[in-house]
């Protein structure tokens, strides 16, 4: 029998409202509140989002208000990733739910086979997810710098940057799909990344992979799509309740917003 899940397409916000509702699906579904959830979303105005122990000395502050790019930092951990032109995901399950089974890596990479499945309904070639070596992993600031072990690729570079974030009642997966633009844009806003032609040789934008400009709306149908058929989801749309927005607008001010939790590190 189908998993029935919720599905919310949520439109495009700024950094700490995108983490804040991020988290407050994320308290919501793991206290059994609401269904798990999948909620497809973008960025609005354009925000760097740093790992939760990424340093924030990493970041060309000015540099960002200069051209009116907020920095935030999310709960998930990972390298920086500057979203504007993209689709991103989030996921939220309980921690005893099938999808979430077995360790990080086991139930990332059963995200993945979702993911994957988008991008083939989109028609990108040379699709897969596998262990990557140590010696190919990124080794500075930028998480479209290299893959890790089991993120999205195709077409021979990478396309799809995703982070965990796993708790004793729940877990939170989310993910950030680059559609069009420069996919090493964002090396003008960190200190010491590695060079545009690096970032641009091992990642690339959905236009990249294709030769051709996919509407937001088209890609969040085939996520749509390729999670039903993967993960044997039965899905309703829905929206964020009272409570989550709420939970969220709480999240925000006291975190996700607040200086205090942005330069932690």
């Known amino acids: 029998m189908p998993f029935e899940f919720r599905l919310i397409y949520d439109g495009a916000h700024d950094g700490a409202t995108n983490m804040a509702r991020d988290e407050a699906i994320s308290r919501a579904v793991s206290a059994r509140r609401q269904p798990p959830t999948l909620r497809l979303y973008g960025w609005e105005p354009p925000a760097i989002s740093l790992g939760q122990s990424q340093r924030i000395d990493s970041v060309d502050e000015a540099r960002c208000r200069a051209d009116g790019i907020d920095i935030v930092r999310r709960p998930t951990g990972g390298l920086a990733i500057l979203h504007a032109d993209e689709l991103t995901y989030s996921i939220s399950l309980p921690i005893t739910h099938p999808i979430a089974e077995g360790d990080l890596m086991t139930s990332y990479r059963r995200i993945a086979e979702a993911i994957m499945g988008a991008l083939r309904l989109l028609g990108v070639p040379d699709v897969g997810a596998n262990r990557v070596a140590k010696e190919d992993k990124a080794k500075g600031p930028v998480c479209f710098e290299a893959p890790s072990d089991y993120e999205v690729v195709g077409a021979g570079r990478k396309l799809v ?105």
Do not use: M, N
Request: aromatic share 8%.
């Open 161 to 265: 940057g995703s982070a965990q974030w796993r708790r004793v009642d729940g877990v939170l997966q989310h993910g950030s799909l680059p559609l069009r633009g420069d996919i090493a844009r964002i090396c003008a806003y960190l200190r010491d990344a590695p060079s545009p032609a690096q970032v641009r040789a091992h990642a690339a934008t959905l236009q990249d992979a294709l030769g051709r400009l996919v509407s937001w709306d088209a890609v969040a149908e085939a996520y749509r799509r390729a999670f039903a058929e993967a993960l044997d989801i039965r899905f309703i749309v829905g929206v964020l309740t009272a409570e989550e927005l709420c939970c969220a607008e709480e999240l925000r001010a006291t975190k996700y917003a607040h200086s205090e939790w942005t330069r932690r590190r």
